[in-house]
């Protein structure tokens, strides 16, 4: 009896070596590394200056996000503006990225919406590659990963954000902070109770890059 060698899931090889931030994101937008990019718009590569001291990390692109291709340009993104500002970190000196490059959905049962689906395990690492490549063109003073998904892209499975929230932690050779993504601010009961411990995990951001 033969068998199907099983096709393993990775955007390694799409990732072109040494590249610059120009190059690895033409490339990723013709990335097939998992079967993310098939019902996706667009690849939606991270934005920001390549000598940026401070990295954010996301989950993955949202609707507005696919439809534009430019990462955190929806209600969480606005959201994440506003606390950028309030805690003195200026969006435009911030690297922004998201650790999967293709938004994940599922189409609502009416209309034309499509909802967000979390990327499972095996997709954000399939995607690791371009985090990886991102990080090594830009080499940021401080990574902070928003929510959990990014946290555990960047900091091991077993990291709980609702544990160690706020806290300076490190991989080798980055300084990581992690907190909650914006989204779940937008979608929390009390919303200004959890936009308040967002602005603190911020605000502890911009202490560590003084």
Known sequence: MTTTAKRTSSAASFVP????????????????????????TQTVFGAGPEDARLMFVGEQPGDVEDRQGEPFVGPAGRLLDKALDEADLAREGVYVTNAVKHFKFVPAERGKRRIHKAPSRGEVAACLPWLHAELSQVRPDLIVCLGATAAKAVLGNAYKVSERRGRLEHVDPYDVIATVHPSSVLRAPDRDEAYQGFLADLRVVRSHLS
């Open 17 to 40: 070596e040494g590249a610059d931030l120009a190059a690895l994101r033409r490339a990723a937008a013709g990335c097939e590394g998992c079967d993310l990019y098939k019902p996706a």
